[in-house]
């Protein structure tokens, strides 16, 4: 009977504990102080570049897709540069920028669906823009990756799977928007 009690007194003891350390929330450390430019939302809310959905405009229709592609591009990277509280990282650098042009006309259906297309946005005047080459560094923490390693650089495939941007002819030129949703 002795050995029940005191069983039962042990575990309560430990849930009790237990209970005690779930309530306490870790104290930040002293050295990690978050850039004053960068928000840093709950832990598991990273942000990645394409949750960045502004359409960037280009009016210039002498323009190819390619260096439409290219220049609106340019203009999604150099906003990533800009201080913003919608994210938690900012670009500090990037550089040797690359796309690829895809004509969602000669997309596969499998590629249309991965890319998340709709019929509208299928046809002659629209394209799926990849940024196939760059690298950059950044401030704050970006998803999947985390922080930056202090002086390294990351490049395209250290973002996992990108879904693309859509690119579309206009009266007055070209615009692109990131494929999140």
Known sequence: MKRIVCALGLAVGLLMLCACQASVQPSPSPSASPDPEVSQPSQDQYSTFM????VYTVEDTSLTPEEAAQQLMTQFMDDLCQPSQERTFQI???KNLRVEVLPTMELKADAVLGYGLTADEVGEMSWIVQPV???FQYSGTLSPI???PEGEWMTEEDQGTVRGFFME???????LQSRYR
Request: charged share 20%; net charge negative.
């Open 133 to 135: 080459e760059y690298q």
């Open 51 to 54: 949750q960045n959905t502004q």
């Open 146 to 148: 985390g922080e930056c």
């Open 169 to 175: 002819k206009t009266e007055q030129g070209y615009t």
């Open 92 to 94: 500090t650098q990037y």
